[in-house]
């Protein structure tokens, strides 16, 4: 499992580079640790969202 604090991310590069970056670099975008606490995303049938909006939205809001 990967600690999501220790994957670094080069700013520069456009949103969608970086959104790519970061999969790549985390392997398991569903699963992983944040400052040690698992965090496990899951989708519900019910949210007008796609996995990819909500994905956009977390990693919007980690790399600020």
């Known amino acids: 499992m990967d600690e999501i604090t220790d994957i670094k991310i080069d700013r520069r590069k456009p949103s ?18 944040v400052n040690r606490k698992l965090v496990r995303i899951k989708f519900s049938e019910n949210s007008n969202l796609t996995a990819e909006d909500c994905l956009t939205n977390v990693l919007k809001n980690l790399y600020r």
């Open 16 to 33: 969608n580079e970086r959104i790519l970056d970061f999969i790549i670099k985390l392997k398991n975008p569903y699963i992983f640790k």
